[in-house]
C-alpha cells in the first residue's frame, strides 16, 4: 500500500475513535458527575494519524436539590459535542473520498498499462 494509503486508513480509525469518544459524552451527558473526555489527533513519525484520548476535569454545573444540597451534574456541553460531531464526519468523509480516488487512479492506470 502506499503512503498516503496508510495515511487515509490510520487517519479513518482515529477519527471512528474520536466519534466514539464525543458519542460516549452525548450518550452520558445528563449522567450527573461524569466527567467528559476529549481526543487529539496527531501526526506519527510515520505520517499515520493517531489519537490521544484525554479526561477533561473541568467541574459541572452545581444544582441546588429542594434538600438544599447541591448536585454536579456532568460537564459535557451538548453544543460543542455536536459539532465536534459534524466536523468529524467531514474528515472522516474527505479521507473516504481520498481513498476513493487513490482506487480510481490505480484503475486507471491499470487500464493504460493494459
Known amino acids: 500500500m502506499t503512503l498516503s494509503v496508510n495515511s487515509n486508513i490510520s487517519a479513518l480509525n482515529a477519527l471512528s475513535t474520536k466519534q466514539s469518544i464525543t458519542a460516549n459524552n452525548i450518550a452520558n451527558s445528563e449522567t450527573r458527575d461524569f466527567k467528559g473526555s476529549t481526543t487529539i489527533l496527531a501526526e506519527d513519525s510515520n505520517g499515520s494519524v493517531s ?64
Open 51 to 114: 489519537v490521544i484520548t484525554q479526561p477533561v476535569n473541568t467541574p459541572g454545573t452545581m444544582i441546588q436539590q429542594p434538600d438544599g444540597t447541591l448536585e454536579e451534574t456532568s460537564n459535557i456541553d451538548l453544543a460543542r459535542e455536536m459539532t465536534d460531531m459534524i466536523t468529524t464526519r467531514h474528515a472522516y468523509e474527505a479521507n473516504l473520498k481520498a481513498l476513493n480516488i487513490n482506487t480510481e487512479m490505480e484503475d486507471a492506470v491499470l487500464d493504460i498499462i493494459g
